[in-house]
């Protein structure tokens, strides 16, 4: 019973504090995520299927997103992947002229193995639309032989203090 108790209060301490992943059922797949007490998640919000809303301050909130793109046992080529950048970065420019905003700055081409058999792919930009800055950053993610997209967006003022959150997101995904 006292070991029973010692248990009981550790676990109210890690899920009171956020340590606890939670599952989404997103199409075929069940994905586990790592997600802070106070950010929001949404299903199916404007078509995406799972968003999670970080807490709203000066009128703006960071918003991490999850698709899954229905591609398996995909083999991303890295050498391709950063030859490819420039073709990423015309994209951007092409929107941004459309919304009258301006790049700032282009954060390269990134790798990381984070566990077996899940792989993460990286890239982002900074850029400024209505005199307000933001950084955007796409995360492709390889697991179990599916892949997913994760879209990150901060307004440049919240970037700071919302990143490790989202790292720790990203970190904690699983699937199945």
């Not at 950053?137 to 970037?159: A, D, P, T």
Request: contains cysteine; glycine residues 6%.
């Amino acid at each position: 019973m006292k070991y029973f108790a010692h248990f009981f209060i550790v676990y109210l301490i890690f899920t009171s504090i956020g340590f606890a992943n939670e599952k989404f059922q997103l199409n075929k797949a069940t994905i586990s995520i790592w997600v802070a007490k106070d950010w929001q998640s949404v299903k199916d919000l404007f078509g995406v299927p799972l968003t999670f809303l970080g807490p709203k301050a000066n009128g703006a909130r960071p918003v991490v997103s999850f698709t899954p793109t229905g591609l398996l046992d995909l083999k991303f080529d890295q050498k391709s992947l950063e030859k490819n950048q420039d073709e990423y970065k015309n994209g951007r420019e092409a929107w941004l002229r459309s919304k009258d905003g301006k790049s700032l700055v282009y954060y390269p081409y990134q790798f990381e193995h984070l566990k077996d058999g899940i792989d993460v792919h990286k890239i982002g930009y900074a850029y400024e639309v209505n005199e307000i800055r933001y950084s955007e950053y796409s995360y492709y993610i390889l697991c179990g032989g599916q892949l997913f997209h994760s879209k990150v967006l901060f307004r440049q003022e919240h970037e700071k203090q919302y990143t490790n959150v989202v790292d720790k997101m990203i970190r904690s995904f699983e699937c199945k």
